[in-house]
Each structure stands twice: as structure tokens, then as C-alpha cells.
DNA sequence: CTTACTGTACCGGCTGGACGGTCTTGTCAA
DNA sequence: TTGACAAGACCGTCCAGCCGGTACAGTAAG
């Protein structure tokens, strides 16, 4: 009665993600994830040989899954510079109340150093849209502002109405220009 | 050798914030607040009989610093808006390469409700501000910026260099007017 | 075809250690 | 005497990582 499809890797990262959502990023032990995952807890220390590997795979499957999302949304509108596609992908991610991706808090328990590829990925965005602008200002204030977004989703903080968050979304589209 | 009068709830509080920022938030126990404090883990479960109890005194007191602060910029400045004196409250206390506050994601891992307190008192501070301004848009982005710029101190991030730093503060202060 | 061998993917019990919380005993100042 | 701790042994629980299996796939000799 083996699981006839092999990719438990997949799952597995699925699973931590789900657990530490809704259970608390407190609760995401190995055990957890691997009942979660419908994987016994020697399977998922085949896959990830050391909870350090499972929160690096996260982090990677995380800033993969981010990257190629961004490709898509500024392939998709040539027209519109970078930025103003990266505050409408990063509008969209907030919108619906999933602070998704809560495995953060459980990966900085373990050690603050798991989230040094998430800053220098968004180094890297910050300075590719340097790039592309001339007022460097209203970009800092733009990518700031999609920070304070993101962050309050993480922390699951709803401060702003559905109309404010519409409200903000179009004022940085419009400094964004 | 006992300490003479010394406060012993601050002296852990501090400690406790000292060992999430120096040993990282998931090494945050209670033998190390404790070792850390110079208290016995007796006297500091005498003082915070549970950890729930010393993560609720961490929030309420990073919360009352917090508003004291404001309170003072607010008040030795008449002339100008309470955003702006929030703004500039914000870029001092992002300043410093100093994250000050990872016990935060120890009190996450222990449970997100610990944070309700903050969400409530932010939501509250951007209720006053909305009273002050009549441009709602103008201050939502200066708002979601600062929280932006904090959520980089929190993480650590060190995306922006010192001049951006600066420019993105000039930047706000201009918008907020 | 069959037997024997090899590697892969996974199972699940176990252990050693860390940690939160309790309890007891002692100390010293007011 | 009491209140505010010091000191630390002790207990129960939880959890990461380890290890000895197991099921199956391929493969290749006989």
C-alpha cells in the first residue's frame, strides 16, 4: 500500500507550511509535519535530513515560487514599469487574509540566518528597480510601503479596511507612475 | 551578596530581550533570562510564575515605552503633525543596526496572541492619525512605509544604505506635509 | 524465467537532551 | 515575622536525530 507517487518533498514543504499556519509556527516539529504530510517521520528525514534542511528548503521553495510569480506578472504587461508590477503582485498576495507563510517565524527560532537569502533577494529587487527609475524617493517609498504590506499580512495584523488597502494600492500606483 | 533594591522585573525584562537579540529568539529560556538577569530561576518565576506572563510583560512594556515616546515627540513639537513626529520617532529607532525587539518572534512561537496588544495599539494609532489628516491616501503610505522600515529593523535587514535611509525619511516627511 | 544482489524510498520505535514548571530549603532586610 | 528573593534538585513532556527494519524496482547472471 506504498504511496504510488514519489514526491513527498513537495508535500512535505506543503505540509510544514500548513502546520506552522494553523497550528502556530510553535508547533512545527518534524512529527507534525510528517503526520501532516501523510509521511512517517523516517520518510521525512530521508527527504530533509536535519530540520535546518526542511526551513532551507522552505526559504528556497519560497523565493523560487516569489521569483518566478514576478517573472510572469512583468512578462504578462510590458507596458507598465516593473514596480507597478511588483505592488500589484504584492497587493494581491495580501489581500486574501493568508498570513501563508508564518513557517518564517519558526525558521528564525531555529537561527536568524535561514532568512539571509530573503534579504539578499530583496536587495537584488530593490536594486533592479534602482534601475528602472529615475526618482529614487518615491521607489524607496513604494517598496517600503509593499514592505509594511507584507509584513502585516505575516503577522496576521488586519489595521487596514479592504477600502484602504484599495485606496493604497492605487495612491503607490500613482507615485509609482 | 544580594542586590541591594535593584528591580528585578526590569532587570529580566531587559534580560530576556538582551538573550533573544544576542542568542537568537529560539534560545530565549527561561534559565537563560534568568542566568542572564543575575536572578535565579526561582526569583524569576517568582516575579513571571509562567513564560506566558514574562512574554505578556515584554509587549506591555515595549508598548508603554513605545507610547511614551511618542507622547514626548508629539509634545516638544507642537508645531507639527503627529505623522510626522511619528515618522521621525521611527527613523531614530531604526537607525541603529539594533533589531531590540526579536523577542517578538519568541513570544510568535509561544503564541501569536501575545501580539494582539500591538495590532490594537497600532490600529488605534492610525484611528488619531486619520483624525489629523484630511488626505487618507497620503497617509496610508507613510504609514505602511514606517511599518515597512520597522519590519526591516525587526528582520535585520539591512537593504537600505544610510543615504537611502535618509532620503526615504525626507521623502515621508514632504508627503505627510 | 528465476534467483540473487543492489539501491531507493520510506517506516516507526527509541533515546538522549532540553525545557517549563514545581517544590523545598535557606537567607536577609524591614 | 514576613516578604522578596537565592539556589537548585526534580519531574514530566516534548522533540530532533538515529537506527534497524521493510517494500519494491531494477538488473544481471545462470
Known amino acids: 500500500m506504498r504511496a504510488p507517487r514519489a514526491n513527498s518533498r513537495e508535500k512535505i514543504l506543503a505540509a ?8 502556530g509556527p510553535g508547533s512545527l516539529s518534524l512529527e507534525a509535519v510528517a503526520s501532516r504530510a501523510g509521511v512517517s517521520k523516517g520518510g ?9 534542511k526542511l526551513m532551507q528548503g522552505l526559504v528556497e521553495n519560497y523565493l523560487r515560487d516569489f521569483q518566478k510569480a514576478l517573472e510572469a506578472r512583468t512578462a504578462e504587461a510590458r507596458h507598465e514599469s516593473a514596480l507597478s508590477a511588483y505592488i500589484k ?20 527560532a531555529e537561527d536568524p540566518d535561514f532568512l539571509a537569502p530573503i534579504k539578499a533577494f530583496k536587495h537584488q529587487l530593490l536594486e533592479r528597480l534602482k ?27 488586519d489595521v487596514l479596511s479592504e477600502d484602504e488597502h484599495k485606496l493604497l494600492v492605487a495612491s503607490l500606483l500613482k507615485i509609482a507612475g
Do not use: H, Q
Not at 16 to 22: F, I, M, N, Y
Not at 44 to 52: C, D, E, I, Q, S
Not at 92 to 106: N, V
Open 44 to 52: 521525512l528525514l530521508y527527504n530533509f535530513p536535519t530540520k535546518a
Open 16 to 23: 510544514a507550511a500548513d502546520v506552522a499556519r494553523e497550528a
Open 131 to 157: 534601475e528602472e527609475t529615475s526618482d529614487l524617493g518615491s521607489l524607496l517609498i513604494c517598496f517600503l510601503a509593499i514592505e509594511g504590506l507584507r509584513s502585516m499580512n505575516l503577522f496576521d495584523s
Open 89 to 108: 503582485l504584492s497587493a494581491d498576495d495580501c489581500e486574501r487574509p493568508k498570513p501563508s507563510a508564518s513557517w518564517i517565524f519558526s525558521a528564525i
